[in-house]
């Protein structure tokens, strides 16, 4: 209730003011319940993951690598990625969009590519026992990478994270990736946050020369006490995870 007199004016229009620019009243109050990725553009990212029949397994790359130049002409594929590791039988692949009016474009372009839908698409969907895809964001302070050089494993570390977004867990997670980062053992790809697939998802990808070197890199930072300190910080936030190592297949841009 606004007081009587001639204060009632002037706090009356203050209300209406703060009600309609609120940042200019509350500036850092709004940016600390800030929940999304608070992205700069309208650039997103399609995960899709695929779980092959076993039995079908070389057949599919073996399509995906003579056919899918029909896919790539509609759209830029980030990498595409077969389980090494970890869910076997499983392909993962990337798409760049720059916004969902561009996706829907090439969704409807691909529908009537009759070189996609007939050399490819009719035969490899009989290949597939589950398909999954999801929306996701690069977190703002990750810009997507790539390795120093070809012939290396991608390891895809699925963190699902306790409801409330990166206003609850985005400081401790960030500092996590930073410290596993400074180690230098290991080259960062990209960290994406899901829009839509199950919410607070983080994807991690990181790229390592072989197997071996990860598991030795792993080794260190277990002993550097600034990681510790910072995955202990992280986890509390943690409901589970889940690691893969992929090889990249040989369409993929990421190698």
Known sequence: MLPPGPLRRPLAAAARLARARPQLFFPQVLASLATGPRQNDSVFYEIRTYDVKPSKMKEFVEMVNKYFHLRTAHSELVGFWSAELGAMNTV?????????????????????????QGKFLSAALPLIEKQHNEVAYLV???????PPKEGGVYEWVTFQMKPGGPALWGEAFRAA???????????LIGVFHTEYGLLNTVHVIWWNESPDDRAAGRHRAHEDARVVAAVRDSVRFLESQQNMLLIPLQCSPLK
């Open 177 to 187: 990736i930073n410290a596993h980062i400074n180690t230098g053992y290991t080259k």
């Open 140 to 146: 703002p302070w990750c810009q997507l990478g790539k």
């Open 92 to 116: 993962v692949h990337v798409w760049k969009y720059d916004n969902f009016a561009h996706r829907a474009a090439v969704r409807h372009a691909l529908a009537n590519d009759k070189d996609w």
